[in-house]
Structure formats: C-alpha cells, structure tokens
C-alpha cells in the first residue's frame, strides 16, 4: 500500500490556547512520550526565539481591527505521512525511519508552507523525538482586504465552502508531495474530521497500539479519505 498524506488543522482561539501549544512543542511542557536525546528542529522562524503568543499578537497588532471575541487568532497545522514512507522496511518499528526519506518529506512540506503562506506562517516545528517524524506549523490567518484575522478566510466557510477549502488544501499538499510516491487520500469521504490531538496520540503510542490505531482508521475510512 502506497503511505498516505496526513494534514489536520487545529483552531487555536486564545492567547491561552497559543501559548499551551507553544509550551508543548517546544518542550517546555513535560511531554512522556518525548526522547529527551533527540533534537527536533525548527524549519521556519527559526531566527525568532520569542514566545509563540507574543509573535501572534505582533502580527495581529498589524491589522487595522482588533480580533472579534470569537476569532480564531492562530491555526496549528499538522503534517505527516503514514509510517509506511517513513519506515518502508516495517512501518510498525516505532522511533525509527529513514533520515534521507525523513529529510526529503520535512524539505518539500516545509517549502510548501512557504509558498502557501509566506510569513502568516510564523513557526514550523519538526519532531523528531516521537515515534513518528511530525510538524506542528503555526499560521495567523490575517485578512489583508478585511483588515481582520479570518481563519474562515483560508481554511472554513458556510455552505460547505469550509470542506471544499479543506479539500483543495489536501489536493495542494499530495501534490507537493507526490513527487516523494506520497499519495493523498479518496476524496469524497463523509468520515469525521481527526482532530489534531487523535493524529497526535497515534503517532506517539506504542508500536503494537500504533499498528492498531491507523488500521481503525484505515478500516474507518477516516485516515485513507481526507475529505
């Protein structure tokens, strides 16, 4: 089976919630399943050694309105692959990969985040001390017509227009990735959206719950159809 795209976006609501995630992928935050011997690796915003919520702030301070009460004021985007890219050999040894595959997937999802967002995208972080190498990416979704920070704008909508955004935003990452025989996922599924955290616990469990967990979700139509 050819390994799979994995993106999921998060709404990140409040300085409180952009702050707690900052404090967890940056380790500040004790994190079990974390290998304390190795380094991850900061892929944008790298000069940058701030605090993730007061960058967010920063930027939102360039627009001519304040947020609304109940603004997104940051998405986190997460990026990855089926272990099956990263670990053709045996997908279910847990903590290890090919660094070659490894790097060439954190290049091309890295340059498309760039491409895409420019410097809304103010920090990329990669991990490398989980059971499966992992992005966490973090954009302002400022709305330079509007004046506004609008996450409907870039990634949700009425009227179906949020699935049909999240649906091209799929078909755009396949593609950057698919040069590296990464595919996305059928379209056209009904599955519930996996949140962020759920994508999260299954790539740090253990190799036996991992297996388990993505071939739920592949038996679910949940991790091979991506909206």
């Given at each position: 089976?050819?390994?799979?795209?994995?993106?999921?976006?998060?709404?990140?609501?409040?300085?409180?919630?952009?702050?707690?995630?900052?404090?967890h992928?940056?380790?500040?935050?004790?994190?079990?399943?974390?290998?304390?011997?190795?380094?991850?690796v900061?892929?944008?915003?790298?000069?940058?050694?701030?605090?993730?919520?007061?960058?967010?702030?920063?930027?939102?301070?360039?627009?001519?309105h304040?947020?609304?009460?109940?603004?997104?004021?940051?998405?986190?985007?997460?990026?990855?692959?089926?272990?099956?890219?990263?670990?053709?050999?045996?997908?279910?040894?847990s903590?290890?990969?090919?660094?070659?595959?490894?790097?060439?997937?954190a290049i091309?999802?890295?340059?498309?985040?760039?491409?895409n967002?420019?410097?809304?995208?103010?920090?990329?972080?990669?991990?490398?001390?989980?059971?499966?190498?992992?992005?966490?990416?973090?954009?302002?979704p400022?709305?330079e017509?509007?004046?506004?920070?609008?996450?409907?704008?870039?990634?949700g909508?009425?009227?179906?227009?949020?699935?049909?955004?999240?649906?091209?935003?799929?078909?755009?990452?396949?593609?950057?990735?698919?040069?590296?025989?990464?595919?996305r996922?059928?379209?056209?599924?009904?599955?519930?959206?996996?949140?962020?955290?759920?994508?999260?616990?299954?790539?740090?469990?253990?190799?036996r719950?991992?297996?388990?967990?993505?071939?739920r979700?592949?038996?679910?139509?949940?991790?091979?159809?991506y909206?």
């Open positions: 089976m050819s390994p799979l795209t994995i993106l999921r976006i998060e709404k990140l609501k409040t300085f409180g919630n952009v702050a707690g995630s900052d404090d992928v940056t380790r500040n935050r004790e994190t079990p399943n974390a290998d304390p011997t190795r380094e991850n900061r892929l944008i915003g790298g000069e940058d050694s701030r605090a993730l919520e007061e960058i967010v702030k920063e930027k939102i301070a360039t627009l001519k304040r947020p609304r009460k109940d603004a997104v004021l940051c998405t986190e985007m997460f990026l990855s692959a089926s272990p099956e890219y990263f670990r053709p050999v045996d997908p279910s040894q903590g290890q990969w090919s660094d070659s595959l490894m790097q060439q997937w091309a999802s890295r340059d498309w985040l760039a491409q967002y420019g410097s809304k995208c103010v920090r990329a972080e990669l991990h490398l001390d989980e059971s499966t190498p992992h992005i966490h990416a973090y954009i302002v400022l709305n017509k509007t004046g506004r920070v609008s996450h409907d704008a870039m990634f909508g009425r009227g179906g227009q949020g699935r049909i955004k999240l649906s091209k935003l799929q078909d755009s990452y396949a593609a950057a990735l698919a040069p590296l025989g990464i595919e996922g059928v379209k056209g599924s009904k599955a519930t959206h996996t949140k962020v955290k759920e994508y999260y616990q299954a790539v740090n469990s253990e190799p719950e991992q297996c388990d967990f993505v071939r979700l592949k038996k679910s139509a949940i991790a091979k159809n909206i």
